[in-house]
């Protein structure tokens, strides 16, 4: 073992039994961004689509998001194969659509305009969809983009909310499928004529103005700021499309008009080649601090794309690409890391996180059918990730009407004084910015804590069940926070539990489990209440590996009229060698650790 290795190691065996004790505030004037109710979706590659409408258990477990939310989970039927999918009137095979050679290695996906209606009806009512045509064969003047945009309008109607031309088209240089001269400006000129045939088209034409479906543009994989997963050298971001939110693709006022949103990808982590596989790690996954690193090269995008008058959206993510990786997307640590990923992402103006699906893919946080991977058979299933889904529903569920104010809008804030390697918080607003009403708080634990108890999973690989424990006893402490609600009033508290970061199965959202064939929901919520202290101060337990939601429940979300500036009656002080003092050494763990890792990689 290396020096720099052992030195990691040890670093991050402190950080795992640093202090869990910390005081947070909530600041007033806090900048939020919305934070939309179908904020957590899924993005399906098409080949796998036939499997997944093949059963219930995805309209069921969507169904359950909905009956939450309000609203279900936003669907985009897109990936690799989009670039590889062919519209036919009919095929030799009698069937709607077929493989080539088979959907997990697919070179060409044949489809015929039935398979729309295959999966139109499928979804709970009101699911918006984002559908990719193939924006990689160019010949005949994109004729089968074209009929790809009038089929699947035909059968899903004004669901389908918006277009993507083609797929991670900043690969397309490495694909072969453009030449050197690839980049923003031959993007340009080929989006607004692709654009421009299906906005002349009869249906889109005849279909009312508010119904038609936009354009998301985009679509881009590489992350800004980290060189060696780029795939090819080209000019493609968001800011160079927009020109920083002032033209460029938006020059035009008519192609300002028909985009919806904008699109980037991003996986942390990836099983795609060597040098990538050796960084697959959990621990790496779970950690705050690397996310924030990751997420933040994004500001600038959202700026130029605010500018430019559509959201960003994170229109295809997931843990690790090229599948996933058994042992680390499957895992009770994915899915918190699922959690503080979406609203991260909100909390920076990312309007909208698609998880990508695959039937057979090690990431997916629920598969359909069984099948045989790496000589093993897998049954059909729920993983962790859902759990973390099912969270996210909770927080982003309308609260009760405020007696004085009805608007039920909500934004987000990250919490400034919880953001370190293995604690992160959230504020949940309601109302208009001017009369904002703090109504939920979120508190994740991402530390590491390796257990004992549910490491298998049969829709997992056992060869990755945990065989690595944490040692001693699972840590856990007290966060105090000071807010600016009224002492006396209830709050609601609600947990996402599981036996450990290491843990594919026992996870739970207070109490609460799901059949993992039917996605049936299992029991119900645990009450657990506590109520607001003098000045504004709140107290709750968290343990290692743990993520809470607090809501206010009685009073309406008033908020009383508290000082909660460092040094004020409203800041709760720390005792002892706990609170802000654990966190500072939390911190400072974290900047030797970046420094190690970047010597490392």
């Known amino acids: 073992?290396?020096?720099?290795?052992?030195?990691?190691?040890?670093?991050?065996?402190?950080?795992?039994?640093?202090?869990?004790?910390?005081?947070?505030?909530?600041?007033?004037?806090?900048?939020?961004?919305?934070?939309?109710?179908?904020?957590?979706?899924?993005?399906?590659?098409?080949?796998?689509?036939?499997?997944?409408?093949?059963?219930?258990?995805?309209?069921?477990?969507?169904?359950?998001?909905?009956?939450?939310?309000?609203?279900?989970?936003?669907?985009?039927?897109?990936?690799?194969?989009?670039?590889?999918?062919?519209?036919?009137?009919?095929?030799?095979?009698?069937?709607?659509?077929?493989?080539?050679?088979?959907?997990?290695?697919?070179?060409?996906?044949?489809?015929?305009?039935?398979?729309?209606?295959?999966?139109?009806?499928?979804?709970?009512?009101?699911?918006?969809?984002?559908?990719?045509?193939?924006?990689?064969?160019?010949?005949?003047?994109?004729?089968?983009?074209?009929?790809?945009?009038?089929?699947?309008?035909?059968?899903?109607?004004?669901?389908?909310?918006?277009?993507?031309?083609?797929?991670?088209?900043?690969?397309?240089?490495?694909?072969?499928?453009?030449?050197?001269?690839?980049?923003?400006?031959?993007?340009?000129?080929?989006?607004?004529?692709?654009?421009?045939?299906?906005a002349s088209s009869e249906w889109y034409s005849s279909t009312r103005e508010g119904d038609r479906p936009k354009f998301q543009a985009g679509v881009f994989a590489d992350p800004p700021w980290v060189p060696d997963q780029q795939d090819e050298v080209d000019d493609f971001s968001i800011a160079n499309l927009t020109r920083d939110g002032a033209g460029g693709i938006v020059e035009r006022p008519q192609d300002r008009r028909i985009i919806g949103s904008y699109a980037t990808h991003l996986y942390p982590q990836s099983s795609c080649d060597a040098a990538r596989w050796l960084r697959m790690r959990l621990d790496l996954?779970?950690?705050?601090?690397?996310?924030?690193?990751?997420?933040?090269?994004?500001?600038?995008?959202?700026?130029?794309?605010?500018?430019?008058?559509?959201?960003?959206?994170?229109?295809?993510?997931?843990?690790?690409?090229?599948?996933?990786?058994?042992?680390?997307?499957?895992?009770f640590g994915?899915?918190?890391?699922?959690?503080?990923?979406?609203?991260?992402?909100?909390?920076?103006?990312?309007?909208?996180?698609?998880?990508?699906?695959?039937?057979?893919?090690e990431y997916s946080s629920f598969t359909p059918l069984r099948y045989?991977?790496?000589?093993?058979?897998?049954?059909?299933?729920?993983?962790?990730?859902?759990?973390?889904h099912y969270f996210v529903a909770k927080v982003v569920a309308p609260p009760p009407p405020p007696e004085k104010n009805g608007n039920l809008n909500l934004s987000i804030a990250a919490l400034p004084g919880a953001n370190s390697s293995t604690l992160s918080g959230y504020a949940v607003y309601a109302g208009e910015e001017e009369t904002k009403i703090l109504r939920k708080l979120v508190f994740l634990d991402t530390g590491v804590w390796n257990g004992t108890q549910g490491l298998s999973n049969?829709?997992?690989?056992?060869?990755?069940?945990?065989?690595?424990?944490?040692?001693?006893?699972?840590?856990?402490?007290?966060?105090?926070?000071?807010?600016?609600?009224?002492?006396?009033?209830?709050?609601?508290?609600?947990r996402l539990t599981g036996p450990g970061t290491n843990a594919k199965s026992g996870v739970a959202v207070s109490g609460v489990t799901f059949n993992t064939l039917t996605g049936g929901k299992v029991g119900e919520e645990e009450v657990e209440v506590i109520s607001v202290g003098q000045d504004g101060s709140l107290e709750f337990g968290i343990q290692r590996a743990e993520g809470v939601l607090l809501e206010e429940i009685d009073g309406g979300g008033s908020n009383c009229t508290v000082d909660v500036s460092p040094g004020s009656g409203g800041q709760v002080p720390a005792s002892g060698a706990s609170g802000n003092g654990g966190m500072l050494w939390s911190s400072f763990l974290v900047a030797v650790m970046a420094t190690v890792l970047m010597a490392a990689w």
């Not at 402490?477 to 209830?490: H, K, L, Y």
């Open 1 to 198: 073992m290396t020096v720099r290795s052992v030195a990691l190691t040890a670093l991050i065996a402190a950080i795992e039994v640093a202090a869990q004790d910390a005081v947070v505030e909530v600041p007033s004037g806090l900048a939020t961004r919305e934070l939309v109710k179908d904020v957590y979706g899924y993005s399906i590659e098409p080949v796998w689509v036939n499997d997944y409408v093949s059963t219930p258990l995805a309209t069921n477990l969507l169904s359950i998001i909905a009956n939450v939310t309000g609203k279900p989970p936003p669907i985009r039927v897109g990936g690799n194969t989009a670039d590889q999918t062919y519209l036919h009137d009919t095929l030799s095979t009698g069937n709607d659509s077929v493989a080539i050679p088979a959907p997990a290695s697919a070179k060409q996906f044949n489809i015929t305009p039935s398979w729309y209606d295959s999966w139109a009806h499928y979804f709970p009512p009101d699911t918006d969809f984002v559908y990719t045509l193939n924006l990689a064969v160019n010949e005949s003047a994109w004729s089968n983009a074209v009929a790809q945009a009038a089929a699947a309008h035909a059968a899903l109607g004004d669901k389908l909310k918006l277009f993507e031309l083609g797929n991670e088209i900043d690969h397309f240089i490495n694909k072969g499928w453009r030449d050197a001269s690839w980049g923003v400006a031959a993007y340009i000129s080929q989006f607004r004529n692709l654009t421009g045939q299906i």
């Open 285 to 331: 996954l779970a950690n705050h601090t690397v996310l924030w690193l990751n997420v933040s090269q994004y500001v600038p995008q959202v700026a130029a794309a605010d500018k430019a008058g559509a959201p960003l959206v994170m229109g295809e993510t997931n843990s690790v690409s090229c599948s996933g990786k058994s042992g680390i997307s499957d895992t």
């Open 334 to 361: 994915a899915a918190l890391w699922g959690v503080d990923y979406v609203l991260l992402n909100a909390a920076v103006g990312i309007q909208k996180t698609y998880f990508h699906l695959g039937a057979q893919s």
């Open 372 to 388: 045989a991977l790496k000589n093993e058979t897998l049954q059909p299933g729920i993983r962790a990730g859902w759990y973390g």
């Open 458 to 494: 049969n829709s997992t690989l056992s060869a990755t069940d945990g065989a690595s424990f944490s040692e001693g006893e699972r840590p856990s402490g007290t966060v105090r926070v000071s807010t600016p609600w009224c002492a006396g009033q209830n709050v609601s508290v609600t």
